[in-house]
């Protein structure tokens, strides 16, 4: 499969709680973005790195709310103190700027349900 | 602010039919314009796109009208069929200095595409 990988797919998680979630974004892609989506909604940006740089960040990402790329592959998200309002799906995405169609690849997301 | 806006949010189309959605836009610092395809449990996936120097782009039974005098732009989906029913997202792209983007989506329009 080279298609953009998230784990888990599923967590559910008591609030006050921490989290983390990773992301394999395809090989050849230098760019990765997070995106957050709650039921009914489009996604909305989170936070956007290239190779290891985390270049821009919403205003939606708080202080409880960190995002890393180590060596320039997979990123993980973690949430600290979880709050009910965390309950959405976070969506990965991969771009490359030589892609013809300037598409992002997305995953099939992480959804977080806090209780 | 809701910089694009979708409509409608759901629609019902018969087999065979045309279903059109409409978004508009705000912010002439877009430079792309694509529309993303979502089934339930999965990331979007990306449909078609075009840019705003091109007033129609079609691709198979899916195409693209853009006004961007209006800033408004469309998708059209001809003969549609069951399988297309699900949610369709228009986005808009950003781009940074430091040649990330950043795509704002309309909130959806769930597509109903009855046998």
């Known amino acids: 499969d080279t298609g953009v990988s998230q784990d888990p797919r599923h967590k559910i998680t008591k609030r006050g709680q921490n989290v983390t979630f990773r992301c394999d974004p395809i090989?050849?892609?230098?760019?990765l973005y997070w995106y957050r989506q709650t039921l009914g909604q489009g996604p909305e940006f989170l936070t956007y790195?290239?190779?290891?740089?985390?270049?821009?960040k919403s205003r939606l990402l708080s202080d409880r709310f960190s995002a890393e790329r180590p060596k320039g592959s997979f990123s993980t998200l973690e949430i600290q103190r979880t709050e009910q309002g965390d309950s959405a799906m976070y969506l990965c995405?991969?771009?490359?700027?030589?892609?013809?169609?300037?598409?992002?690849?997305f995953g099939s997301g992480t959804r977080l349900t806090v209780v | 602010q809701q910089q694009v806006k979708q409509s409608p949010q759901s629609l019902i189309v018969q087999k065979g039919g045309i279903s059109i959605i409409n978004c508009a836009y705000e912010?002439?610092?877009?430079?792309?314009f694509p529309w993303y395809q979502q089934f339930p449990g999965k990331g979007p996936a990306l449909l078609i796109a075009?840019?705003?120097?091109?007033s129609e782009k079609k691709e198979g039974r899916f195409t693209i009208s853009f006004n961007k005098s209006a800033k408004q732009f469309s998708l059209h989906i001809m003969d549609s069929q069951p399988g297309d029913s699900a949610t369709y997202f228009c986005?808009?792209?950003?781009?940074?200095?430091?040649?990330?983007?950043?795509?704002?989506f309309g909130g959806g329009t769930r597509l109903m595409v009855k046998p």
């Open positions: 995405a991969s771009s490359s700027p030589s892609a013809a169609n300037y598409g992002y690849t």
């Open positions: 090989s050849e892609h230098n760019r």
């Open positions: 790195f290239q190779n290891e740089a985390q270049l821009e």
């Open positions: 912010n002439t610092a877009f430079d792309y």
């Open positions: 075009i840019r705003p120097d091109v």
């Open positions: 986005a808009a792209r950003k781009t940074y200095n430091n040649a990330g983007n950043m795509l704002t």
